[in-house]
């Protein structure tokens, strides 16, 4: 049994990037959400204006790094503060490990039942492994002897599982995700587990399902 917990606990519009008219035609100074600066991981940028809620899903191995680069685009195309206040950004990391449940679980919500709810470990077990993105390519870990991509686990995840509607702009990996099947005995499940902190209208957000051996997200 291999366990992925995506565990996007900070959260922020993102307001700040758009500098604050001041008297006489000048900005303001842009800011990054509090706590990005320097953090690894994944993010998810939502957008929220009218009905659209787009979401884009990214990996990073310095998420304010990214931002900051984006400030200056929302500089030059004139984006106003009321504008980027209903977009807003989660972000956080991503543990993986290979073992059975230890004694310490708890149970969490099906995104799509049956089971109605499933046992996980706790986020603060030793037995985590934390992913981290590199400079580049895929962001890959090894679960239970399988090769994931956990981006791409993660958009399907919240598209296909959760139910979470809108649009994804992932274009190039919004396919179906697979379990892939390892070994004569055919591999074994994996159990996902997504912690969104709350943004804009939206709560706090914790869901998990089961990948079973040879299904499809």
């Known amino acids: 049994m291999g366990y992925v917990f995506f565990r996007l606990n900070r959260g922020s519009s993102l307001a700040g990037m758009a500098p604050a008219a001041l008297p006489g035609g000048d900005f303001g100074n842009a800011v990054l959400p509090p706590g990005m600066s ?43 503060t009321s504008t980027m206040e209903r977009i807003y950004v989660v972000w956080g990391s991503v543990k993986v490990r290979d073992e059975g449940a230890p004694p310490m679980t708890i149970t969490v919500k099906n995104a799509k039942p049956p089971p109605m709810f499933v046992a996980f470990p706790l986020w603060w077990d030793t037995d985590w492994r934390e992913a981290t993105p590199g400079n580049g390519g895929a962001f890959t870990a090894m679960v239970d002897g399988n090769l994931i991509n956990l981006e791409h686990l993660l958009i399907r995840f919240v598209m296909a599982r959760m139910g979470a509607g809108g649009t994804v702009s992932n274009n190039q990996l919004m396919g179906s995700f697979h379990h892939p099947v390892s070994g004569g005995k055919g591999g074994s499940p994996i159990r996902v587990k997504f912690h969104s902190a709350a943004f804009g209208d939206y709560p706090e957000h914790i869901r998990a399902d089961i990948l079973e051996p040879g299904s499809t997200w």
């Open 38 to 80: 320097g953090a690894a991981g994944m993010y998810i940028v939502i957008n929220c204006q009218a009905d659209q809620h787009n979401r884009y899903v990214g990996i990073s191995n310095n998420i304010g790094q990214r931002f900051a680069g984006r400030m200056a685009v929302v500089t030059e195309l004139g984006f106003p």
